[in-house]
């Protein structure tokens, strides 16, 4: 999984706002810091898809050292910098067969009932969250 780095700022309205550099024209906004690292993951994974959907190859993300030396950017004076993840969906299911103890299985059945999701979604939007929060 491909990690890009994200530009973050805050303007003077207090709203933040951040954008990739390795990611030209993907920007994402939110009212705290939580909500632009939510908001700059899914824009991330769009910018990508309609990359690849237009035909376009996605750039090969630089590291925090590669873009300070590049001097294009002004990191390191202001603003904050967090590397996320690019969580590309591919539109095409797959089986994987995993091993859970019969316990934790009730239990996410059950939450994927109360959700009225299947259990493969459950576990995909779980994996999807945990990916982020990795970020």
Not at 85 to 111: H, Q, T
């Amino acid at each position: 999984m491909a990690r890009y780095i994200a530009v973050i700022e805050v303007t003077e309205d207090g709203e933040y706002q951040a954008y990739f550099p390795d990611a030209p024209g993907c920007i994402a906004a939110g009212d705290t810091e939580e909500e632009v690292v939510d908001s700059a993951v899914e824009a991330l994974a769009e910018w990508a898809a309609d990359e690849r959907a237009s035909g376009r190859a996605i750039p090969k993300p630089r590291s925090y050292v590669e873009l300070l030396r590049s001097g294009e950017y002004g990191l390191g004076k202001g603003g904050m910098i967090a590397t996320l993840p690019l969580l590309l969906e591919s539109g095409k299911s797959a089986r994987a067969n995993v091993s859970l103890d019969s316990g934790l299985l009730a239990d996410i059945d059950e939450a994927a009932a109360r959700h009225n999701i299947t259990r493969s979604s459950f576990l995909a939007a779980a994996a999807r969250e945990r990916l982020k929060a990795g970020a």
